[in-house]
């Protein structure tokens, strides 16, 4: 079977004349064969003569150019059609006259440009040789000739129907190529925001703070290790993102899961935030998609609420089940630290301009998250300006089964 594939292949590789030159050929000797003379396509009355060497001439005008009736379609559809008219007209009628019926269906299928002019002339060089049958006999009828035109006009449709059908599927693959594109840009993107924002955040409102301790060395020196620290996970953190985008990387790329909301609540209150944590069941294992969808909601919420309530109480609510998990974030509206009460991701930092605002990314990238795990995604403004984050997460079948 492996060199089955590797003959096709080396065949595919060929010259797109070369693998058209058997089908010539194959006409060109089946044209001799006794039996098969009465199988060829004929037009009007005149009597067939005994194949000589003119008619080894006028057959392979026939069949040769199929040759290049994909590289050169129009040349090789005016050639078939001179073949066999000269084959009507002498009388020499073979299997050969069939290549006219593949040389339409290819310059049908394969013809670029001059797609009016080509079926135009065939049609008045058609007339002709009816006229010219006509004469030769005078016994030709109308209607056998106008039934063979409709036969061929057929096939040239069927060559029609093959290009815009081949046409559309490239067209669909062109548009999947974009898509998957966009995709993975926009997923890329997605996980650079999840990854960077909130370590950055953390290092800048750190820094920020650090700049009020110099009068306390103590508390200073354990902030800017704070510093560090943060700065030591976004690296790590970054490298395994590269890991996990890049197609040659041999080992599977580490990704977080709801296991490791803790770790996360951790290090958003050495930044200064004071969070509570409530977490109840069992988290699933790290290659969860639902676990890892709910750790960057997690992610996402405690940075907006570094960026826009620092220093306002947070809560996470992480409860597991068999079937999903649901997560809720809540931050009052009582953050005296770095852009205090500004809506999350609204853009609008009011307070301190340490952290910039942020681009409408981070919540939308969630809810498509979200979406797309069959969940659901929710924001709530409270009425005393806090803000509070819900999404529910179902989770895949497979984890489900393990765990029953």
Known sequence: MTDLHGALDRWRRLDVTVRDLPLA?????????PFLREYGTQVGELPARPLDGWAVLVIALQCLPLAVR?????????????????????????????????????TGAHLGRRRRVVPAVLTVAYVALAV???????????????TFYLAMALAWGVGVWLRSTRAAEAERRRRV???????????????????????VTAMVVQAEA??????????????????????????????????????????????????????????????????ELVEDGQPAGPADSAGLTVYRV???????????????????????????????ISTAGTGTGVGAGSRPD??????????????????????????TLG????????DDGGFVVRARVPRPYSTVADRT
């Open 210 to 275: 650090a700049k009020y301790l110099t009068a306390a060395p103590e508390r200073l020196g354990q902030t800017l290790g704070a510093v560090t620290d943060t700065g030591r996970h976004a690296i790590a953190d970054l490298r395994h993102l590269l890991d996990l985008l890049d197609p040659g990387h041999d080992g599977a790329a580490r990704t977080p899961s709801a296991g490791e909301v803790r770790d996360l609540v951790e290090q958003t209150r050495r930044a200064g935030q004071p969070v």
């Open 177 to 199: 190529a974009q898509d998957t594109l966009v995709a993975e840009r926009t997923r890329i993107a997605r996980e650079l925001h999840d990854v960077v924002t909130h370590h």
């Open 25 to 33: 050929l194959g006409f060109a000797g089946l044209a001799f064969l």
């Open 298 to 328: 997690v992610q996402e919420a405690l940075t907006n609420a570094l960026k826009h309530a620092h220093g306002a109480p947070t809560a996470v609510d992480v409860r597991h089940t068999e079937r999903e998990i649901v997560v809720e």
């Open 346 to 371: 609204s853009g609008g930092v009011r307070g301190s301009a340490a952290v910039p605002g942020g681009s409408g990314r981070g919540l939308a990238g969630l809810r498509e998250r979200v979406v």
């Open 375 to 382: 969940g659901e995604f929710d924001t709530e403004r409270l």
């Open 70 to 106: 994909r590289r050169f379609p129009a040349v090789c559809m005016l050639l078939v059609a001179a073949g066999f008219a000269a084959a009507q007209v002498t009388g020499y009628h073979s299997f050969a006259g069939n290549a006219l019926g593949v040389a339409l269906v290819s």
């Open 132 to 146: 010219v049958l006509d004469r030769l006999t005078g016994a030709e009828r109308v209607d056998e000739l106008v």
